[in-house]
């Protein structure tokens, strides 16, 4: 099992960025693919996720209207277009897989082992 996530950079303030995860190694249909991020001196932040099986998107409050979460499910690859990035963007992005969208949505807090997959981040430096 592999969650790869690419895309991380740095950008201006009101720049764009969008993350890649690849997924490989187990039936990616099956699964929720979500994104959390983790800035430094701060608590982890889920940002999004997908239902790959019907293509349902969730988001944070904080984030809707400029993050947007898509998939490519004949390529496994889950794709988050991050817009009008903000400095308080800046962070570690994780991509993460899971049969439960409960660890995604309910607020709760899930340790990266509950998850079926915790992938290696990708750094998002928003600064000028």
């Known amino acids: 099992v592999q969650l790869q996530a690419s895309g991380g950079g740095l950008v201006q303030p009101g720049g764009s960025l969008r993350l890649s995860c690849a997924a490989s190694?187990?039936?990616?249909?099956?699964?929720?693919i979500g994104w959390f991020r983790q800035a430094p001196g701060k608590e982890r932040e889920w940002v999004s996720c997908?239902?790959?099986?019907?293509?349902?998107?969730y988001y944070a409050d904080s984030l809707k209207g400029r993050f947007t979460i898509s998939s490519d499910n004949a390529r496994n690859i889950v794709y988050l277009q991050m817009n009008s990035l903000k400095p308080e963007d800046t962070a570690v992005y994780y991509c993460t897989s899971d049969r439960s969208l409960r660890k995604y949505i309910s607020g709760t807090y899930y340790f990266p082992n509950e998850f079926h997959y915790w992938g290696q981040g990708t750094k998002v430096t928003v600064s000028s």
């Open positions: 997908i239902s790959t099986s019907d293509g349902t998107t």
């Open positions: 190694g187990f039936t990616f249909d099956d699964y929720n």
